[in-house]
């Protein structure tokens, strides 16, 4: 088993920047990739961005070039730094990482980012 616990939400303006960080955890073994979904209500989940054990990426449109996502392999943590925010990145945004050959899914409990305009 593998736990993913967040941190880093809060509240913030339109403008500012937020750092969130995942800190994976358990029986860790192949942990690829590790990113960030993210749930505003009333919407699905969205991918926001990952990243792979080499440093591979991908963002979603709406956050590229706001959006740096980062990775920590000696500690199992994976970063998303949050900069130029707007009201529509609000959402919870949940931790994930997969592992192993079948690429089992594990989702951290997700953390609050509130954008005020």
């Known amino acids: 088993q593998v736990q993913l616990v967040e941190s880093g939400g809060g509240l913030v303006q339109a403008g500012g920047s937020l750092r969130l960080s995942c800190a994976a955890s358990g029986t860790i073994f192949n942990i690829n990739p590790m990113g960030w979904y993210r749930q505003a209500p009333g919407k699905q989940r969205e991918l926001v961005a990952s990243?792979?054990?080499?440093?591979?990426?991908n963002y979603a449109g709406s956050v590229k070039g706001r959006f740096t996502i980062s990775r920590d392999n000696a500690k199992n943590t994976v970063y998303l730094q949050m900069n130029s925010l707007r009201p529509e990145d609000t959402a919870v945004y949940y931790c994930?990482?997969?592992?192993?050959?079948?690429?089992?899914?594990?989702w951290g409990q997700g953390t609050q980012v509130t954008v005020s305009s």
């Open positions: 990243i792979t054990r080499g440093g591979n990426t």
């Open positions: 994930y990482a997969e592992q192993g050959m079948r690429s089992v899914p594990y």
